[in-house]
């Protein structure tokens, strides 16, 4: 059984500052890392994810990974309210996903 | 867009009942799963397959049964439903590069 452990549980940021968000996994050798975004009232939605060492950035996203530590992290530059939502990583292993208990992020004007 | 549609969207049952969760995708995914989500406890995978007829178990199985008749359906049983089983249930699909789709979610009371 994977485990995946989230950190904070909440954050509360203003508007256009750095979010961060943090997240360690269980095994080294998982093949991706996910970070899906879940609004309330609705199913998650896939944000990004990575598989090597390093990081990978996507428009405002930067995700950095280091199996070595077993820890991701998120990065949301210039935060926006429409991102106050809850973040959950997942780690993979051959198609099935394991998620932690997520991050809730509060975006203030 | 990829589509997962759940069915009731919300239910209350009684404690000791039959309840049936019903998932439909037109994505053409092979891969189909069952979460449930619990205030404090993320998404824990209850049952997922790979292929219609066919059904694994996830981490948290048990009081769970789980059917795929078909590529397009897949269905959540409780047997004898209980009110630990109180939650949110995710129906959730891919096509095998892991990225998982998912539906609005059900839902469901134990009384």
């Known amino acids: 059984q994977e485990k995946v452990q989230q950190s904070p549980e909440s954050l509360i940021v203003p508007e256009g500052a750095m979010s961060s968000l943090n997240c360690t996994f269980s095994n080294s050798a998982s093949q991706s890392i996910w970070w899906y975004q879940q609004h309330p009232g609705k199913g998650p939605e896939a944000l990004i994810?990575?598989?090597?060492?390093g990081n990978k950035k996507e428009g405002r996203l930067t995700v950095y990974l280091n199996r070595a530590s077993l820890h991701v992290s998120l990065h949301i530059r210039d935060s926006q309210p429409s991102d106050s939502a809850v973040y959950l990583c997942a780690e993979s292993n051959y198609n099935v996903l394991y998620f932690g208990s997520g991050t809730k992020l509060t975006v203030e004007p | 867009e990829a589509a997962v549609t759940q069915s009731p969207r919300s239910k209350v049952a009684v404690t000791g009942g039959k309840v049936t969760l019903s998932c439909h995708q037109t994505?053409?995914?092979?891969?189909m799963y069952w979460y449930r989500q619990d205030t404090g406890h993320g998404l824990r995978l209850i049952h997922y397959s790979y292929v219609a007829d066919s059904t694994e178990k996830g981490d948290i199985p048990d009081g769970y049964k789980a059917s795929r008749p078909s590529q397009e359906n897949f269905s959540l049983i409780l047997e004898l439903a209980s009110l630990s089983q109180t939650a949110v249930y995710f129906c959730?699909?891919?096509?095998?590069?892991?990225?998982?789709?998912f539906g609005h979610g059900t839902k469901l009371s134990v009384l």
């Open positions: 994810s990575i598989f090597s060492n």
């Open positions: 959730a699909s891919s096509g095998g590069n892991e990225r998982l789709f």
């Open positions: 994505n053409n995914h092979d891969y």
